[in-house]
């Protein structure tokens, strides 16, 4: 099992930035590839950014690319969510999560808020 912190949510305007981190521990050898999601009050958790530990492939979701950049540090176990120009429809819990190379995501941090105001 791997243990996910995310960290660095909070309160911002529109068009300001936040970074978020995730922090991972535990059995990180059984992860390939790490993930960002959000949810949103009353919404189904969605997609919004991945990235694999070994070569750094990335993968984002339509509605946050060009304004968003995950990036990873392997030698501190630490994967960032970089969010520039942010929306409040960008509102949400932001979880970070880890998973093999294919199939689900297993394990999951508890989340991070992030507020954006108009």
């Known amino acids: 099992q791997v243990q996910l912190v995310e960290s660095g949510g909070g309160l911002v305007q529109a068009g300001g930035s936040l970074r978020l981190s995730c922090a991972a521990s535990g059995r990180t050898s059984s992860s390939y590839r790490m993930g960002w999601f959000r949810q949103a009050p009353g919404k189904v958790r969605t997609f919004v950014a991945g990235?694999?530990?070994?070569?750094?492939?990335?993968s984002y979701a339509d509605s946050v690319k060009g304004r968003f950049t995950v990036s990873r540090d392997n030698a501190k176990n630490m994967v960032y969510l970089q969010m520039n120009s942010l929306k409040p429809e960008d509102t949400a819990v932001y979880f970070c999560?880890?998973?093999?190379?294919?199939?689900?995501?297993?394990?999951w941090g508890q989340g991070t808020q992030v507020t954006v105001s108009s």
């Open positions: 999560a880890s998973g093999p190379q294919t199939g689900a995501y297993r394990d």
């Open positions: 990235i694999t530990w070994l070569s750094g492939d990335t």
